[in-house]
């Protein structure tokens, strides 16, 4: 054990992880430091903007806010979880399609929050969509076209379930 | 062969179809930054590397009598402190004259200016050791007011005579006629206030120690200026400097002035310490100490004759500077010469003020000096209107700029412009007099409005300024294309616009080339501002596939047995004009042309011929070539709160050819909402020259809900001759007007002007209140009818 730090044992994306962390270390810092997960970005270290987003047993924190020893037991998932055997998740080929993406800074903090808002309500109305997404903030986009990708995802989503 | 780059981008003007311009092709970046593999500045994190934390003053002009750094000796072995002194070259970094230090020597003139950075081998001790740095102030008088600054005995820069750093001017014809053949006039005063890009994110550079000097990547949007800020500081040539971009979070301006100053300050602790450093600036840094959109102050006084033609305006400008001239000169500079807003005006008289306060410096921002201005034109665009019983947007086409108009500085439009016309289409496409006259009906507590605003924004760089494009392109072996160009991607799409560029010239499909844009590697080609990148960007690369089209003639001529005029490109294939039924593969042109040893690769360079500017009338050549929006905008206010919910925008663009019209949505909703919040809720609130809210949660920018349906663009496609397929620019365009047609809408809805942005709920409430008591006053007083 490293001095003054201790071990936190979790799922990320799927896979345990044990690591050391300072105790009062945020967990965008240990994802970001330790384990080198870089799409989890820091744009404000206070809650405020939503770019550090992660899924947090599927709903959405600002890994800013959460100290990094709490994390212990949980499953954790970044935007590397969401796509599976190399195919992109529906929302990031929408995000694509509907040109959602500009800077990309906000983008894969965009990406899980509207994930967890399809995984429990596949068919959400614009104003939950709005809703869903009030928390994260956009400086490029204006929102209209990461609004227009979370209902294109929504609807590829809702025709491939028919389709299984 | 035609070699006349005049002649080149003729041919591209005229031509009428097209492969993949015009074309909403995906981002070439989207799919990194979806997967979350997009590298910015912060990821470049690594064991081992140099963190720099800021320190600022805690005074807004003070002298500096001593800097303590014993507190971060003992906090660990690993930690020292770069102040002034530890700058080898010359701490000398201001954009528009020598002003402005790296970090400040002995005065400081900005609450939250740099003074020294905190050097450590993790991030959190560096900025823990910013709190250990004990520095010894002398205050001194501080002037926070530009109006006050400009006749007090305070003294910003203490060497020069006055707070005063430019002044400019524009004057024609003769106002005293203009007015006394005015058959209304209008007069007020209009006050705009700092905006924060709120990137989301912020400023930051990491710098590796080289053979021989310094590898820098950076948050920017200038590789070459970064380059040279950075030989400067470190007192080294710069060719011992290689600037790269990362991928950038957002920059809207910003970065142009910033990144050279992150880069140079990572650069020094790399430099010195022979380590890796990064320094990234927290986001209550960034929002402190990082320049912002200039607060104006525009006294406007304009009028018109009764059958509805501008006569005559007269314009006091007074920038606020803030504590160094930084890009002053020039953001006051445009807004002295679009003070007409896009309407002939025979009669004009425009002066402008730079004035320096103790207050954090103005810097680019989308629209860079435009948005003040125009928002007091367009409030006055609307009052005459009203005064001559007029519909504001009939009188705005009664006076708009058509081809053939001169502008406030008497420039000649010799290409065609396209805003008549757009005004005209908005006007249909909202429905603009149904609901003129509709929503005056309207009671109750939730009242409606509709409300227009145009914009005008000269493109590239101003008056005799050099302006030039630059490109290079080189084909390997494979018969993929590289192509190197100084203009960076910082999330506005415009390397994916360059390749559009480049497919459309070759003939070949777009996922053979790749750009290599915002490098110290490519030429230099001017910065990415002033909503240039993907049009005065795009000529260099237009010139330079032609060239190597030229170069493998011959070749296809002999393969395709044909002359070298009737070698044509397209589809991916080459082949001849006579019999296009023969043709052969790029690739095995490629090839071919390799086995000759024909070298592939070729530069395109154009330098954008100007015009004279007469700086003592401020008359002439003002820009290359000026791109029009018009916005409509329909509002609801709650009368009982004060709060404008903005319903609905109708954008209508003339900015020439559109190369890629998703990234051109993604420009015009992205600005709309800046302009929005700069309109509504942005506000930096400042006591005594210090930064209160410092965050996202004091300082409001728009979320989901604030944001209005924003309809598709319409696009009337007045093209401009030097521009790549006629392209002139979009970057800026929607964010000028957004602020004018939110508050002539306010004003259409509730009778309420707003001529102190932001128009903020409170604000807005007690003007409401303070109207309706005068109109009752004046009813009760007999005054009004």
């Not at chain 2, 396209?418 to 507590?445: F, M, P, V």
């Not at chain 2, 000529?539 to 070298?564: F, W, Y």
């Not at chain 2, 998703?662 to 609130?685: H, N």
Request: proline share 5%.
């Amino acid at each position: 054990m490293k001095e003054g730090k201790v071990l936190v044992r979790f799922r990320l994306n799927g896979k345990p992880v044990e690591t050391f962390t300072k105790p009062n270390d945020t967990l965008l810092n240990l994802l970001r430091r330790n384990l080198g997960i870089t799409s989890v970005k820091r744009g404000c270290e206070v809650g405020e903007c939503g770019a550090c987003t992660v899924l947090l047993d599927g709903n959405p924190v600002v890994s800013c806010l959460i100290l990094a020893p709490t994390v212990e037991g949980k499953e954790i998932t970044t935007i590397e979880g969401i796509s599976k055997e190399g195919e992109l998740h529906p929302l990031q080929q929408a995000f694509i399609k509907a040109g959602a993406v500009q800077c990309g800074f906000c983008t894969p903090g965009m990406i899980l929050t509207a994930k967890a808002l399809l995984d429990k309500n596949p068919n959400p109305s614009l104003r939950e969509i709005k809703e869903a997404i009030q928390g994260n903030l956009c400086r490029c986009t204006g929102y209209t076209k990461i609004i227009q990708a979370i209902q294109l995802a929504s609807k590829e989503i809702k025709s491939s379930c028919i389709s299984d | 062969m035609e070699t006349d780059p005049y002649k080149l981008l003729d041919k591209w003007l005229k031509t009428k179809k097209f492969n993949v311009i015009g074309r909403g092709m995906e981002r070439t970046d989207a799919l990194d930054k979806v997967l979350g593999r997009a590298k910015y500045v912060e990821d470049y994190f690594s064991d081992g590397m140099l963190f720099g934390s800021l320190v600022k003053s805690e005074q807004s002009h003070a002298l500096i009598q001593h800097i303590d750094i014993s507190g971060v000796e003992h906090l660990s072995d690993s930690c020292s402190v770069f102040t002034a002194e530890d700058i080898p070259g010359t701490n000398e970094v201001g954009y528009t004259i020598p002003d402005q230090p790296l970090l400040a020597a002995k005065k400081v003139r900005f609450h939250g200016e740099p003074i020294a950075l905190v050097v450590a081998e993790d991030p959190d001790l560096a900025k823990e050791g910013t709190e250990l740095v004990k520095i010894r102030y002398k205050p001194l008088k501080s002037v926070f007011d530009p109006l006050e600054a400009i006749d007090s005995k305070i003294r910003v820069h203490e060497e020069q005579g006055s707070n005063i750093v430019l002044k400019t001017h524009s004057s024609k014809g003769n106002i005293v006629e203009g007015f006394s053949k005015s058959d209304v006039l209008v007069k007020h005063t209009y006050r705009t206030h700092y905006q924060d890009h709120a990137y989301l994110e912020t400023e930051g550079a990491v710098a590796f120690p080289a053979s021989n000097g310094v590898r820098v990547i950076g948050s920017i949007q200038y590789p070459h200026l970064a380059q040279q800020i950075t030989a400067r500081v470190l007192g080294i040539g710069t060719d011992q400097v290689e600037v790269v971009q990362a991928v950038v979070g957002g920059a809207f301006g910003g970065k142009d002035d910033m990144g050279p100053l992150l880069c140079a300050q990572a650069a020094l602790i790399a430099f010195k310490l022979g380590k890796p450093a990064m320094v990234t600036y927290s986001r209550e840094d960034s929002m402190i100490a990082h320049c912002k959109r200039d607060p104006a102050v525009v006294e406007y006084k304009s009028g018109a004759t009764r059958d509805g033609k501008l006569s005559a305006i007269e314009a006091r400008i007074i920038f606020d500077s803030g504590a160094y001239a930084n890009r002053g000169p020039f953001t006051l500079w445009r807004a002295t010469m679009h003070a007409s807003g896009p309407y002939e005006v025979p009669n004009a008289r425009v002066e402008g003020y730079l004035v320096y306060t103790n207050k954090v410096f103005q810097g680019s921002f989308r629209g860079f000096g435009n948005p003040p201005v125009q928002f007091a034109v367009e409030s006055q665009m609307d009052e005459l209107a009203e005064k001559l019983g007029m519909d504001p947007l009939e009188f705005r086409l009664k006076n708009i700029l058509r081809k053939g108009s001169r502008t406030l500085t008497n420039q000649l439009l010799e290409d065609s412009v396209g805003i008549g016309e757009a005004l005209s289409k908005a006007k249909e496409k909202s429905n603009w007099k149904e609901k003129r006259t509709e929503y005056r009906k309207a009671s109750g507590d939730k009242v409606k409005g509709i409300g227009v605003a145009c914009g005008w924004h000269g493109i590239s760089t101003s008056q005799g300024v050099p302006d030039w494009s630059n490109a290079l392109i080189k084909i390997d072996r494979e018969g993929k294309v590289a192509a190197y160009t100084g203009i960076t991607e910082i999330g506005q799409g415009t390397h994916t616009g360059h390749v559009q560029v480049v497919s459309e010239v070759l003939g070949i499909p777009t996922d053979l080339i790749k750009i290599e844009g915002g490098t110290t590697a490519a030429p230099d080609t001017g910065a990415t501002h002033a909503s240039r990148g993907m049009s005065v960007g795009g000529i260099g690369l237009i010139l330079a596939a032609e060239k190597l089209k030229q170069k493998m003639e011959k070749t296809a001529a002999r393969l395709l047995a044909c002359t070298s005029s009737q070698v044509r490109f397209g589809r991916g294939l080459v082949f001849s004009a006579k019999s296009p039924e023969r043709s052969i593969r790029w690739n095995d042109l490629i090839e071919e042309c390799y086995k000759e040893k024909i070298e592939l690769s070729a530069e395109g360079y154009f330098g954008l011929p100007k015009g004279k500017f007469d700086g003592k009338k401020g008359q002439g050549f003002a820009y290359p070539t000026f791109s029009y929006i018009v916005n409509v905008a329909e509002v609801e206010v709650d009368l009982r709160t004060g709060m404008t919910k903005v319903l609905r925008i109708w954008p209508a663009l003339a900015s020439g050819k559109i190369i890629n019209p998703v990234q051109v949505e993604g420009q015009v909703e992205g600005a709309i909402a800046q302009g929005l919040g700069y309109a509504l809720m942005e506000e930096i609130a400042l006591k005594d020259g210090v930064v209160l809210n410092p965050n996202f949660t004091d300082y409001l920018i728009p979320t989901t809900f604030d944001m209005p349906e924003i309809e598709k663009p319409i696009y009337v496609e007045d093209l401009f001759r030097y521009g790549p397929f006629g392209a002139k620019g979009v970057g800026e365009m929607s964010l000028i007007p957004t602020p004018s047609a939110i508050s002539n809408a306010v004003y259409h809805a509730t009778g309420s002007r707003i001529r102190e942005l932001p128009a903020t709920p409170e604000k807005l409430y007690w003007t409401i209140k303070s109207a309706a008591e005068s109109r009752t006053k004046q009813r009760k007083e007999g005054t009004s009818p």
